[in-house]
């Protein structure tokens, strides 16, 4: 059977939505036969779904990916606090200069308006001394640069071998931006992928040829339609964010009772899911003849709800809990993604999924033997983990090699 073309379409979600789709797209890739997750005929990315977008289509894979959130691989630098919180200093500097006049404005709203005057009328007039973002991006494009300059990678959307997407949102037009699209192909992908990933009042606005970029999840945390327009017929999508079902709470237990940060998290994944599932559902009217395959957490997930989306420590127990997590729903749902795959001329085989969570079983909760685990490609993790994974990557390439030259 002819082979669809296809898409794989990520989510927003953090540095904790970055490692789910790590986690999730290793065992995907151990499930697809003959192929991997660096074949896809296009992805489309937003925000942190931007940075594993673009690694992917530089042929980077989610397992070189996985390692790299702790350890420096192939040339690529360990991915550390420094290159994702870069304080905004001198936006800061510019802005407290700013407080004087604002405090003297606060005063006189006060003697003026009396009890009149709100705390949130107050809270509005010293705001003007606020950083337009509390970190900078500019260490993390630096760091993607310098990742992409390496041999057989590319920092342009035209050079490289497949399609790729990165969606922001135009702060003054409130419009979705696309980058690797006319008019912005010639942007630098490190550079798109920071203006996807400026997280309102986390990151500064990037600005770019004079129009100033920010979270393209504001706009949709992942635009479907953006693949279906390039003509994908099979879209893979994952989700790092839903909502935590805590109907069942113990007495004085509800995430109302947790504090402003529990409720915050809980609306903005609200938020977050609600608009994706309008926009599938959408999709599938719009579009009878599209197969989508939504991956995200499950509503009781309580790994996933449990820290900020921004906590770096928690990057690696995500990207394991998510493989797990993923990889047991593939094996449970085998027969159903066998028979829809196969119809877009995509094979798939359960065999090295299946090893993987026997090893898995067997590795129980100990970290080192978990990732030996992730990192044996579907056999028993004899060898030592770092030379686990130098020697199924280069396993990978030299498979890719031969059907290329076949």
């Known amino acids: 059977m002819q082979r669809s073309k296809t898409a794989l379409v990520l989510a927003g979600g953090g ?55 702790e350890s420096s691989l192939f040339g690529i630098e360990q991915l550390e606090p420094q290159h994702l919180f870069a304080l905004n200093l001198p936006d800061m500097l510019r802005r407290v200069g700013k407080l004087p006049a604002a405090f003297a404005a606060a005063a006189r709203r006060v003697l003026s308006g009396g009890s009149q005057v709100s705390l949130i009328d107050l809270a509005e007039t010293l705001a003007v001394g ?43 037009s409130g419009e979705r931006a696309v980058f690797g699209q006319p008019p912005l192909e010639d942007v630098p992908i490190s550079l798109a992928v920071c203006a996807s990933a400026a997280i309102p009042l986390f990151y500064r606005p990037v600005r770019i040829g004079g129009h100033d970029y920010i979270d393209g999840g504001i706009r949709g945390t992942a635009s479907l339609d953006v693949a279906i327009e390039g003509g994908a017929k099979l879209i893979l999508c994952i989700n790092p964010m839903v909502p935590y079902d805590n109907s069942r709470h113990q007495p004085g237990r509800g995430l109302g009772d947790e504090g402003v940060q529990q409720i915050g998290s809980q ?33 009781d997930d309580q790994v996933m709800f449990a820290d900020s989306t921004m906590r770096y420590t928690t990057r690696m127990a995500i990207a394991r809990h998510s493989f797990r997590t993923v990889a047991a729903h ?32 067997v590795a129980g909760n ?40 076949a």
């Open 15 to 69: 540095v904790a939505g970055a490692a789910y789709e790590i986690g999730a797209l290793c065992a995907i890739d151990q499930l697809l036969d003959r192929s991997s997750v660096n074949e896809f005929d296009s992805y489309v990315g937003t925000s942190a779904g931007g940075l594993i977008a673009a690694c992917l289509a530089n042929n980077l894979s989610p397992r070189t990916l996985l390692a790299v959130l």
């Open 330 to 361: 593939l094996s449970a749902h085998y027969g159903y993604y066998r028979e829809l795959l196969a119809r877009h001329g995509v094979s798939i085989s359960d065999t090295r999924i299946s090893q993987d969570l026997q090893n898995l079983a």
């Open 130 to 172: 606020l950083p337009t973002g509390l970190y900078d991006s500019h260490a993390l494009e630096r760091y993607l640069r310098a990742a992409l300059a390496l041999p057989g990678r590319s920092n342009r959307f035209g050079e490289l071998p497949r399609e790729l997407a990165i969606v922001a949102t135009d702060l003054d």
């Open 267 to 299: 609306v903005f994944r609200t938020f977050v899911h609600a608009g994706l599932h309008y926009h599938i559902k959408q999709v599938r009217r719009r579009h009878p003849e599209v197969d989508i395959i939504l991956i995200e957490p499950t509503r």
């Open 366 to 405: 100990d970290p080192r033997a978990v990732k030996a685990a992730l990192v044996a490609d579907g056999a028993r993790p004899s060898a030592p983990i770092g030379l686990a994974h130098t020697l199924a990557e280069l396993e990978r390439l030299l498979v890719r090699l031969e059907g290329a030259g």
